[in-house]
């Protein structure tokens, strides 16, 4: 019986199927940059790149302004 060979999807890594924790990827690392990956191709608006990090606006009640 040989063991499975398969290559990590992120980084083409080969691991062996059986012993891989987190199959078909090698890593955790790897796992999430595959599904972030993903994710940011699902939501990418084309034409429209928004910045990484927008700072907290203040938030202001309508109480507020009294
Ligand atoms: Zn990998």
Do not use: H, Y
Request: glycine fraction near 4%; aromatic fraction near 4%.
């Amino acid at each position: 019986m040989s063991p499975v060979r398969v290559k990590c999807p992120t980084c083409q890594r080969e691991l062996d199927w059986a012993t891989a924790p987190l199959r078909p990827f090698c890593s955790e690392r790897c796992r999430l940059i595959d599904l972030g990956a993903w994710l940011s191709e699902q939501r990418a608006i084309p034409g429209d790149t928004a910045p990484e990090e927008s700072p907290v606006t203040e938030r202001r009640g309508p109480d507020e302004e009294n």
